[in-house]
């Protein structure tokens, strides 16, 4: 498909708007494409409802109408076999051709498809039997930009990889092109599975809201069998603060990747990117941030504490108690506890590691250290 002949960046996360779709070369359609129940098919299974020849593009200003002998026999033998083809053009500029492949696209009684003239005025495939698979709305109920997806299916599931595009925490809508199985979202960041609360079964689709963290992604996954919908509650976690940590922390450095040898105390968090001392501003590698907290409240079974760090650069370690609780990188950036917590005196450690950008700002700073 020329690649949706997209040239702009903002075009490029999900430019058909429910629709997957794949670009192949000349030689992977004379060669293996067939078709199976008016389906183009693939030795790798991948499965196509519709095949697009497209128009002049940037990489390629000819026209659809100039087309080798072998493609356009391939195209008529691919129609004949039961494919649908939208395509800009008929092969003028191959003798003969051009009449057989209309003759097809008129209703050629060995043809078992059907070839479509561009162009289709439509917003949807609705018409040639193409439903969208994946519509994604705002609370306003239009199309939700930035969200990219891809689906893989199998006999006995789905999987939808869904991904936010914006820095920014969103709640989206879904419908997917699949009924009657029970949707789980799949954390990619800790393996978490949870079975979605609220969902609905309507028109062969399920429909479910979903929350997305800035720039976060989940895997929808859909395999056990179920004929009702639930409705539950909210399909996601919500958090409330229990403790503020406001004491003094203990910062040390690494003095053997320039940092000062002795620990600073801080009563606020800040860039140390921006502090006044160069061996703190163009330092480059891992900090230490000490507290010690009192903790006295009990967790019930189903309830987990986690630590909100809030937002820093690039990677932390978090450790109570001598325990280690994982590692963050990305939103939401908190870090689940539970396991090292204790009632009474509690020491924190969360270990702060940035990349190379300080220390390589440094080099090239006069008077730097």
């Known amino acids: 498909?020329?690649?949706?002949?997209?040239?702009?960046?903002?075009?490029?996360?999900?430019?058909?708007?429910?629709?997957?779709?794949?670009?192949?070369?000349?030689?992977?359609?004379?060669?293996?494409?067939?078709?199976?129940?008016?389906?183009?098919?693939?030795?790798?299974?991948?499965?196509?409802?519709?095949?697009?020849?497209?128009?002049?593009?940037?990489?390629?200003?000819?026209?659809?109408?100039?087309?080798?002998?072998?493609?356009?026999?391939?195209?008529?033998?691919?129609?004949?076999?039961?494919?649908?083809?939208?395509?800009?053009?008929?092969?003028?500029?191959?003798?003969?051709?051009?009449?057989?492949?209309?003759?097809?696209?008129?209703?050629?009684?060995?043809?078992?498809?059907?070839?479509?003239?561009?162009?289709?005025?439509?917003?949807?495939?609705?018409?040639?039997?193409?439903?969208?698979?994946?519509?994604?709305?705002?609370?306003?109920?239009?199309?939700?930009?930035?969200?990219?997806?891809?689906?893989?299916?199998?006999?006995?599931?789905?999987?939808?990889?869904?991904?936010?595009?914006?820095?920014?925490?969103?709640?989206?809508?879904?419908?997917?092109?699949?009924?009657?199985?029970?949707?789980?979202?799949?954390?990619?960041?800790?393996?978490?599975?949870?079975?979605?609360?609220?969902?609905?079964?309507?028109?062969?689709?399920?429909?479910?809201i979903l929350q997305l963290e800035p720039s976060g992604s989940c895997f929808v996954v859909l395999r056990k069998h179920a004929q009702t919908s639930s409705y539950r509650g909210k399909n996601w976690s919500e958090f409330e603060t229990v403790k503020t940590l406001t004491g003094t922390w203990k910062v040390q450095f690494d003095s053997l990747s320039g940092g000062p040898v002795k620990p600073i105390m801080l009563r606020e968090l800040t860039d140390w990117s921006r502090n006044e001392d160069p061996a703190i501003r163009y330092y480059s590698g891992t900090v230490d941030y000490e507290q010690s907290f009192t903790w006295n409240s009990s967790v019930k079974d189903h309830q987990k504490v986690w630590l909100d760090p809030g937002v820093f650069y690039n990677l932390a370690t978090v450790t109570i108690n001598g325990i280690e609780c994982g590692i963050s990188w990305t939103p939401p950036y908190r870090i689940d506890i539970t396991k090292a917590l204790h009632n009474g005196e509690n020491e924190l450690h969360i270990q702060i590691t940035n990349t190379w950008a300080n220390r390589l700002i440094g080099d090239h700073t006069p008077g730097a250290v």
């Not at 429910?18 to 078709?35: E, I, M, Q």
């Not at 492949?101 to 005025?121: D, F, S, V």
């Not at 006999?155 to 949707?183: E, G, K």
């Open 1 to 208: 498909t020329s690649s949706a002949n997209m040239s702009l960046p903002e075009n490029w996360v999900d430019p058909l708007q429910g629709y997957a779709y794949d670009s192949f070369n000349r030689d992977a359609l004379l060669r293996l494409a067939k078709v199976n129940k008016g389906r183009i098919v693939f030795p790798g299974g991948a499965s196509y409802g519709l095949l697009v020849m497209p128009g002049s593009t940037k990489m390629s200003p000819e026209d659809g109408s100039l087309m080798s002998i072998e493609v356009a026999d391939r195209i008529k033998q691919l129609v004949n076999d039961g494919a649908t083809i939208l395509i800009n053009g008929f092969p003028n500029a191959s003798p003969g051709l051009n009449n057989n492949l209309k003759a097809n696209g008129a209703g050629n009684a060995e043809a078992k498809g059907r070839i479509i003239k561009i162009p289709y005025q439509q917003e949807k495939f609705d018409d040639l039997g193409l439903v969208r698979d994946f519509i994604v709305t705002d609370s306003t109920t239009h199309h939700a930009k930035d969200i990219t997806w891809t689906h893989r299916t199998d006999l006995n599931f789905d999987i939808y990889f869904i991904s936010n595009q914006q820095d920014r925490q969103r709640v989206i809508n879904l419908s997917l092109r699949v009924a009657n199985r029970i949707p789980e979202i799949w954390d990619p960041l800790t393996g978490e599975i949870n079975q979605v609360k609220t969902w609905q079964n309507l028109n062969n689709r399920t429909n479910l």
